[in-house]
């Protein structure tokens, strides 16, 4: 609160600072246009889970620093970055902290790094002579406001959600790969503007229309990509909706590993990897018939090899998707043990699963334990913790099990029945209510 | 187009490419290497390709060929860099020893349309003279030629295509303006080239190749994952089948005829789509039937209808799905009355196209005999206009002279 005051106040403090002395950049319009296109870019703009992707938004700043190299440059690009935090869904959710905070850090990062590329490039004339400047400049820019962002975001995350986001700093060249190839392309594109003559402004929309359709192609993209996520979660919710005792399980899992891989420093690709991973591990359960999974009694060989049977087949069907074969790979071998002892579908399994696996498999049993059995009620966090304790080392990877307990605690989610230490209790507590579907 | 006159047309366009190419180097007031090389990245760029939207793979060779056009004022040095660079292009592919139809009967398409695309710059800027300095008039002139490009090509490829099985020409047409974007990003790219060239030299490279590197990004990430996509939608679909609940195949032969009717009919490629899901899915919702309650209780097809869209619609973005194999159980008219307006034709297609299936895998019926079945049924279950375009999809098909 007090926080997204502070950055409101020092970005309207810089604001108010450049606008005062009343020297606007020229051509005045341009600017216009300039802080037009970077609004769309950034109402439209998707979040897209690697660092390969550029914000174009950025782009546009880092252009505008060129075009309006020798008036202004500072002033010019600060005001295009005072208006893009303002989207018109926060106002429709009634979201007041994200925006304020992004309108003080974006303020305050982008008058450093136009700062920077004005003492580096003072007042030249944008010409085949002076280009190299500008795009050692720009690029320079471009770094510091990407330092800046991650600092600010870490920043921010750290005081307000508490989260520790474990980076390692050797992430930081894949990083600011993408923020020097920002500020070598905008030296090159304002470069154009200036130097093609008798052309000017007409180079401008030839410079936007290559944004343009890359920002929609990535927008397409990235809604395909929550189409294709949400297919697969709603087909899993709506096929596990008919088992009371198993409903919500994959999502669930879902979570709690995504929580560890966070925790272990995954990021990007990988977890989203182990989400769907996560998400597929149970879909194999779906071919096979309600009243086997049902069963109270222990399954008999034969009835054992049918819904063993029926898993493998649709794991199989699933490895035809060529992306996901690697996550049904994962899913697969989270029933295999830590020391490589575990069996799985009457193979004994050769070797440690991967990580992944054994990240599921952790998760796996923590819900498992933790919610409502036909057999049983949940039992407790406690017991689910100390109980997973015991078993890390030869079921359960000791590291795997130290992070979601440290992740849960720290976060202060409570899962279980509160007061159910064990497996008895739970059982005789089971007797008394009986949840049939 | 027969495989022997594709074969012939395109040694013919290469020989009058070679010739004609040669004559105006020959004439053209630009020493020769600079339109070797120009012929030279016209050949290469004509090998690499950027999937499309619609799902086709386009050469990047046009980008080239716009990067020419800013960079080259003599009319004849345009016309002989270009030809000469689709006569290389048809070399690399003899040297390649690519020997598929769709390989030759492209560059059947992209000839013409590089030539038209000649042509109209050399054409619209006759009259104007040449003045390397009026950016503002080329740029408007390329853009059009730009256009002519796109135009001549998307006739050339219906035109090439119109005999192949049983796309209309009006889904060809459609499909090819779903790949605007591409074709835009590849003809700045060109123009930012050839703008810059002569002001930025070698600059002009990574200004021209950094965006449009950007965009390629975009569209091989897009293309990926629509392959992705329809790859689990048919996995997903299959569930039922491996769990033993539905015959097996049935969905992905019931897709595949639903896709070739709505094609035959001239369907939007984002309606065939759709259609293609749901065809897909339109039995999901026997995934129910592995419930003993349900099966003691009885069902009905509404019933299994109804579940199917239950489960689709619980993904957001397959509402429209969803509601297609909701509606699939409908019939098309009241007996005696007018059409139903409001079942969704993609529903009647999906019923159509099952019942043929089942005819043939599940009543062991002949094409013939489940095509007499089909027509028994419209006067209430299967709409007489969907059933005259699956006996024209059939019959492309070959299934009915194999057996007569």
Known sequence: MFLAVGFVLAGAGILVWLLLPGELPEPLPLLVVFAAVGVYFDWTAVEINDHLVISTSLLVQLTAAVVFADSQPVVAVVIIAALSPFQPIDFKLRRWFEPAFNFGQ??????????????????????????????????????????????????????????????????????????????????????????????????????????????????????????QDSTLRGFVKALEAKDLYTRGHTERVAYFSELIGTRMGFNGTRLEKLRWAALIHDVGKLAVPRDLIRKRARLSGNEYEQMQTHVHLVEDLLAEVDFLQPMVDIAAHHHAHFDGKGYHGGHEHEGTPSLEARILAVADSFDAMTSTRSYRVALSQDYAFSELRQHAGTQFDPEVVEALIEIIESRGERYGSPDVDSEEEARRRAEGVRLDG | MAERKVHHLSLALFLGCLGFGSWMAATSRLELPPILFGAAVVAITHLVTVPAPSGEHLYLGIGAATAVAFLVDDPAALLGTLSLGMALTYLILIARRTRSMSVRSQYLGEV????????????????????????????????????????????????????????????????????????????????????????????????????????????????????????????????????GLATPGHSERTASVAVSIARDIGMHPDEVSELEYAALMHDIG????????????????????????????????????????????????????????????????????????????????????????????????????????????VGARGDLEMLS
Do not use: C
Not at chain 2, 136 to 154: E, N, P, Q, S, Y
Not at chain 2, 333 to 345: A, F, H, K, N, Q
């Open chain 2, 286 to 393: 026997r995934i129910t039937l592995n419930e003993p309650a349900i099966l003691r209780a009885g069902y009905t097809d509404e019933d299994l209808a109804r579940w199917g869209a239950q489960i689709i619609s619980e993904a957001p973005f397959l509402e429209k799905v969803g509601e297609l194999v909701r509606e699939q159980h409908r019939p098309y008219r009241s007996i005696g009355e007018e059409r139903d307006e409001t079942v969704p034709l993609a529903s009647k297609i999906i019923k159509v196209a099952s019942a043929y299936d089942q005819a043939l895998h599940d009543q062991m019926l002949s094409p013939v005999d489940a095509l007499e079945l089909l027509h028994l049924g419209s006067t209430y279950d299967y709409d007489p206009d969907i059933t005259a375009s699956l006996r024209r999809v």
């Open chain 2, 112 to 243: 013409t349309a590089l030539m038209a695309f000649a042509s109209t710059v050399v054409v619209l800027r006759q009259p104007s003279g040449y003045s390397s300095d009026q950016h503002g008039l080329v740029l408007a002139i390329v853009a059009t030629a730009g256009i002519v490009w796109f135009a001549v090509r998307a006739m050339a490829r219906s035109l090439v295509g119109l005999e192949r099985e049983d796309l209309s020409a009006r889904f060809l047409w459609l499909l090819a303006l779903e790949d605007w974007a591409v074709i835009v990003s590849l003809f700045t790219a060109g123009a930012l080239f050839g703008l810059a060239w002569e002001h930025m030299r070698w600059w002009a490279i990574p200004l021209a190749l950094l965006p449009y590197a950007f965009s390629h990004l975009a569209f091989v990430r897009y293309n990926n994952t629509r392959v992705t996509y329809g790859q689990t939608i048919r996995a997903l679909a299959q569930i039922p089948e491996v769990a």
């Open chain 1, 106 to 227: 974006l303020v305050i990062s982008a008058a450093a790094a136009i700062s920077l590329f004005a003492y580096l490039a003072p007042h030249a004339a944008v010409d085949a002579q002076n280009l190299p400047r500008f795009v050692l400049a720009a690029t320079a820019a471009s770094a510091l406001q990407g330092a800046l962002n991650f600092t600010f975001v870490q920043f921010i995350f750290r005081t307000v959600f508490g989260a520790r986001q474990v980076r390692p700093w050797s992430n930081m060249l894949s990083i600011m790969l993408p923020y020097l190839g920002t500020g070598l392309l905008a030296a090159l594109l304002g470069g154009a503007y200036h130097m093609i003559e008798d052309l000017g402004p007409l180079t401008l929309p030839l410079i936007f229309v290559v944004f343009f359709v890359s920002q929609m192609t990535f927008v397409s993209y990235a809604r395909l990509r929550e189409a």
